[in-house]
């Protein structure tokens, strides 16, 4: 019996390694985006869309920074949609430019009191 459960467990651990190959030895590096609030207030809902992939942070207190990884096919735009916890109402922006690779970048995006964005971009 312990001689089945150990080849079961060989078996398994081979077709968990056969199945995800790619995974395990290709590490593909990443983007990342960091949102910073500045706003003296804090941010909830953020949905940040590049690619057609959306990534997701549901709080931001002020002077707080959220650091999201992502990966991209295509060349693409970032797209930020959030509202404010203390005030009603939702802001959007666009902008920004992300390269497909190979080069990987931190995307900085700096939202002050008035909803206005300060985006910039640095290598990783």
């Known amino acids: 019996m312990k001689r089945f459960v150990i080849f079961l467990l060989l078996v398994v651990a081979a077709w968990y390694g056969w199945k995800h190959w790619q995974d395990i030895v290709r590490h593909s590096p990443s983007h990342e985006a960091v949102i910073e609030n500045d706003t003296g207030m804090t941010m909830v809902r953020i ?10 942070k549901e709080e931001l207190p002020n ?3 959220a650091v999201l990884p992502f990966k991209v096919a295509n060349d693409a735009t970032l797209r930020m949609d ?8 939702e802001k959007h922006w666009t902008g920004g430019m992300v390269p497909r690779g190979p080069m ?12 206005g964005v300060v985006y910039t971009a640095e290598p990783k």
Do not use: N, S, Y
């Not at 949905?47 to 997701?56: E, I, S």
């Open 82 to 89: 959030w509202e404010w916890k203390e005030k009603l109402g």
């Open 63 to 65: 002077e707080q920074r």
């Open 104 to 115: 990987v970048q931190r995307h900085i995006i700096r939202v002050d009191a008035d909803g």
């Open 47 to 56: 949905r940040l869309t590049v690619d057609g992939q959306t990534l997701v």
